[in-house]
C-alpha cells in the first residue's frame, strides 16, 4: 500500500537523497526507485548534499529496470533504476493468489454455492444444479 502511494506519488515529485560521505546517492522518481554508486566517492557542492525534493513537469511514469554506468565529477558511477511497481508486483502476486486461495471451496462443499454435498454422491448440486462439484 505504501509503494502503491510512493509509485503514484513520484509520478509528480521527486525525492533524492545523498549522503554527506558522496558515496551514493538515492532517488525515487517517476515510478522508479533510483541508486547510484559513485567511486571514489563524489565531492559535491554543498546544494546537492541531503534531501532534495522537486516536482516533475510532465507525468510521464519509466516502466523498466535501467543499469547503467558513466562517470561525474571525476568518479565512476553505476546506477540501477527499479521500477516500483516490480515491488507491488513482487507483494502482490503472493497476496492474490492467497487470496485466490481463500476464495476457494473447502473440499465436500459445493465450489458454486457452498452447499454441503458431504455424505453423498451427487453429480450436480442439489442446490443450485452446478456440475462443478
Ligand atoms: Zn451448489
Redesign the pocket.
Same mark, same amino acid.
Given at each position: 500500500m505504501l509503494l502503491l502511494v510512493v509509485w503514484v506519488g513520484s509520478a509528480w515529485c521527486w525525492v533524492c537523497f545523498l549522503p554527506r560521505n558522496g558515496s551514493f546517492a538515492a532517488m525515487v522518481d517517476r515510478g522508479t526507485i533510483a541508486i547510484k554508486w559513485a567511486r571514489p566517492p563524489q565531492v559535491l557542492p554543498e546544494k546537492y548534499l541531503g534531501w532534495q525534493f522537486g516536482r516533475n513537469s510532465s507525468l510521464k511514469l519509466r516502466w523498466w529496470v535501467r543499469y547503467q554506468t558513466g562517470t561525474s565529477f571525476g568518479s565512476k558511477t553505476t546506477e540501477v533504476v527499479i521500477p516500483v511497481w516490480t515491488g507491488i508486483a513482487l507483494v502482490g502476486f503472493p497476496a492474490l493468489l492467497m487470496w485466490l486461495h481463500d476464495r476457494r471451496r473447502a473440499p465436500g462443499l +459445493?465450489?458454486? %454455492? /457452498?452447499?454441503d454435498?458431504r455424505g453423498a454422491d451427487h453429480a450436480a +448440486?442439489?442446490? %443450485? /444444479?452446478?456440475t462443478l462439484?
Open positions: +459445493c465450489r458454486k %454455492c /457452498g452447499y454435498l +448440486c442439489p442446490e %443450485c /444444479g452446478s462439484v
